[in-house]
């Protein structure tokens, strides 16, 4: 059995004709939406063209500026157009590659014997979602980007960003350690017992004897209307 191969630039035209589909615009209506990003106006034979790439015969090599138009166009993220399509249901496992158009089975069940399901060349189409979905690495971009912006200036999508990165933030600290709320109360009391103890570590201690103790006095009690008794 044979499994397909399909490069960025396919996924990428078989989400501009599920893009247009959404919107439920003609080729026509999308090329007009199209063109105030892309700075041209695409023919009907253009768009087709770019849509029928997904067969594989011949697959249009699309631009960053054309993806990011896409994205403007549709009102869809950028990673959208790189999502892979369900794969087959009668061929459960779909790559995506540059250098290869298929993978055979004896190759996928020789590299799970081997404990590896890296093939060279290509992507399985989970490894392709967490390229889309990856956020390591982008923490601190994202965070410089957003602080640089004027508040002004800030969008409504990028102040819910930030919210929702706090919102996670409470969320994977929630996880770890159980209800906020009560660490914090919990917190606060370890903190008062810790002053208590800091302010009696600091009262006046009492002089240190030389370690024999005074001797014991004899017993003296008086009888009564008499005389003491030793």
Do not use: H
Request: proline share 8%.
């Amino acid at each position: 059995m044979k499994f397909p191969v399909v490069t960025p630039n396919q996924i990428v035209a078989s989400n501009l004709a599920s893009a247009r589909a959404l919107r439920g615009w003609t080729q026509e209506e999308a090329a007009e939406k199209l063109e105030p990003f892309l700075g041209t106006r695409w023919s009907k034979a253009t768009f087709s063209a770019a849509e029928r790439s997904v067969a594989g015969k011949r697959v249009r090599q699309f631009t960053a500026d054309e993806v990011v138009a896409f994205a403007c166009a549709f009102e869809l993220p950028i990673g959208w157009f790189f999502l892979p399509p369900p794969p087959d249901p009668d061929r459960p496992f779909a790559f995506a590659g540059m250098t290869r158009t298929e993978v055979s089975w004896e190759e996928v069940e020789r590299r799970a014997r081997d404990g590896s399901y890296v093939l060279p060349g290509v992507l399985p189409y989970g490894a392709l979602v967490d390229l889309v979905f990856a956020i390591t690495g982008m923490e601190e971009r994202v965070a410089e980007l957003l602080e640089s912006i004027p508040g002004g200036e800030s969008t409504e999508y990028q102040r819910r960003i930030k919210e929702y990165a706090g919102t996670e933030a409470k969320a994977l600290i929630k996880g770890s350690i159980g209800d906020i709320a009560t660490w914090v109360r919990n917190l606060s009391e370890l903190a008062e017992f810790l002053s208590i103890i800091e302010a009696v570590a600091l009262l006046p201690q009492p002089e240190v004897d030389s370690g024999i103790a005074p001797p014991i006095q004899p017993l003296r009690w008086k009888r009564a209307g008499g005389k003491g008794r030793k």
